[in-house]
T-cell receptor, first 113, second 112 residues
């Protein structure tokens, strides 16, 4: 089964509002990354976390390896935040996996005026 | 910041033809990866490499070969392109275990 379950699959926000994206993991992950795929199709690195939280501008991410989830919070959404957001997690090496990333299916975010 | 450059950025290929996608990274990273992304899905790992002259199969290797002739270069080869291989392909690299992965801008491949 899928190791990374991302939700919601789609999200619509009005400018100035906020919400949270979430990824649940079915196994222990050692790190998580969040990406945004922009309108040109490029993947933009947002965060890399091995634990705890990180904040960058209007974005904040948290990762709890023990509870097997990660979140990405967006506040004061702007039109340019629109795009598809992916989480990707790296399995704990003790589980025997090479350090590859397993991606969630993505969240399509549309920010409306 | 690490630079991962993919070429071409887009390509149209004929069914049954050979396609080579190239990836070049300039930061001497050990690990390199090829992923494909299909609309509505996350990225899936095709092949990867952790050292020059060695490649490994990822989760969906069928129909693809990979080549790592040097630390900097990692190619994805479709010997006989098929319609189902129409997708966006991403190359990525990273240094060691505790660092983030850096992606190229992607190659949009259309097989007709």
């Amino acid at each position: 089964g899928d190791q990374v379950e991302q939700s919601p699959s789609a999200l619509s926000l009005h400018e100035g509002t906020g919400s949270a994206l979430r990824c649940n993991f079915t196994t222990t992950m050692r790190a998580v990354q969040w990406f945004r795929k922009n309108s040109r199709g490029s993947l933009i690195n947002l965060f890399y976390l091995a634990s705890g939280t990180k904040e960058n501008g209007r974005l904040k991410s948290a990762f709890d390896s023990k509870e097997r989830y990660s979140t990405l919070h967006i506040r004061d959404a702007q039109l340019e935040d629109s795009g598809t957001y992916f989480c990707a997690a790296e399995e704990d090496m003790l589980s025997g996996s090479f350090n590859k990333l397993t991606f969630g299916a993505g969240t399509r975010l549309a920010v409306c005026p | 910041e690490a630079a991962v450059t993919q070429s071409p950025r887009s390509k149209v290929a004929v069914t049954g033809g050979k396609v080579t996608l190239s990836c070049h990274q300039t930061n001497n990273h050990d690990y390199m990866y090829w992923y494909r992304q299909d609309t509505g899905h996350g990225l899936r790992l095709i092949h990867y490499s952790y050292v020059a002259d060695s490649t490994e199969k990822g989760d969906i290797p069928d129909g693809y070969k990979a080549s790592r002739p040097s630390q900097e270069n990692f190619s994805l080869i479709l010997e006989l392109a098929s319609l189902s291989q129409t997708a966006v392909y991403f190359c990525a690299s990273k240094d060691r275990e505790d660092t983030e992965v850096f992606f190229g801008k992607g190659t949009r491949l259309t097989v007709v």
